[in-house]
Structures are given as C-alpha cells and as structure tokens.
C-alpha cells in the first residue's frame, strides 16, 4: 500500500484501510502543518507516528522528497534521480527499493524507520526549491568519485 495522502488526511486514511498488520506500508507524506512548518521533528517523525497508527505494517519512507511531475521518468540526463528510503523491515525495503528501481530511480537505504526525520525535513527543502527554480521537474542525484 502506498499512503500518499495530505499529512492531515493520513490517519483517517490508514483508519479506513483496515488491518494492515504484515503488509508493506510506503509512506510518502509528509507531516507539514500550517505555515509549512514540520508537526514532527528531530525526535519523531511523520512515518514513525504512521507506524503507530498502523500498528504491525511494515512501514517504509519513500517517495516523499519528490514531486509527482518526475515519477513518470525519473532519468536526467541519462542518470537516474536518487531515491532515498528507510524502514526497519528489510524485506520490506528491498520491495520499495524493487519498485523505485523499477520505474527508474536509483534507490538507496539509508538506515531504520527513525532516519525518516531526516527525510521528511528534506522534503521541505525540495518544496522550496521548487518554488525558488519556478518548477518542479527536478530531483536529487549523488556525484560519486570514481571507485575503482
């Protein structure tokens, strides 16, 4: 199941999900208040607190730092856009990861479920560099050094 929901709308749409004990659960909110300011923070985030309202769902942050407009092909310039992503299921991740590479993204983990609050404030720049550029037809990529 993909949650993509506005943050205000999450919990009542996992209520009316029903039992998701055991399923893959994507979480792509972002839990963005009035004011565009983050209602979890550094000791908490919006997935955790999904995690809680869906208890026994294998929960995983992703594509919740890209807009919409890219998913469709996520390929720049030949090199796919990176999508970060994070859960404690690593099944569960390696699905996610499966689906993002699917469609074209390079996925990469970058730890458990909690790393989400570092995810979901990096959404916040993504929106606002979208507003700052006038588009969102952009997405984050990793420059690597040659690793022979």
């Known amino acids: 199941m993909l949650l993509t929901t506005p943050w205000a709308a999450a919990q009542d749409a996992l209520r009316a999900a029903g039992d998701l ?23 908490d985030s919006g997935a955790e607190q999904v995690a809680r309202w869906a208890p026994g769902a294998r929960v995983v942050k992703a594509f919740n730092s ?3 407009e890219v998913m469709a092909d996520p390929r720049f310039g030949g090199q796919p856009a990176v999508l970060c992503l994070c859960g404690d299921d690593a099944a569960a991740c390696d699905v996610t990861a499966g ?5 074209g993204f390079e996925p990469l983990r970058i730890g458990p479920l909690a790393r989400a ?3 979901e404030p990096a959404a916040l720049v993504w929106i606002t560099t979208a507003s700052a ?5 952009f997405a984050w990529g990793l420059l690597r050094r040659d690793q022979r």
Do not use: Q, S, Y
Not at 99 to 103: E, F
Not at 133 to 137: K, P
């Open 21 to 43: 004990a055991g399923k893959v659960l994507i979480d792509a909110t972002n839990p963005i208040g009035p004011g565009m300011v983050l209602t979890h923070g550094t000791t």
């Open 66 to 68: 890209i807009g919409r």
């Open 99 to 103: 689906l993002a590479r699917d469609i």
């Open 117 to 119: 609050r570092f995810l």
């Open 133 to 137: 550029l006038g588009t969102r037809e």
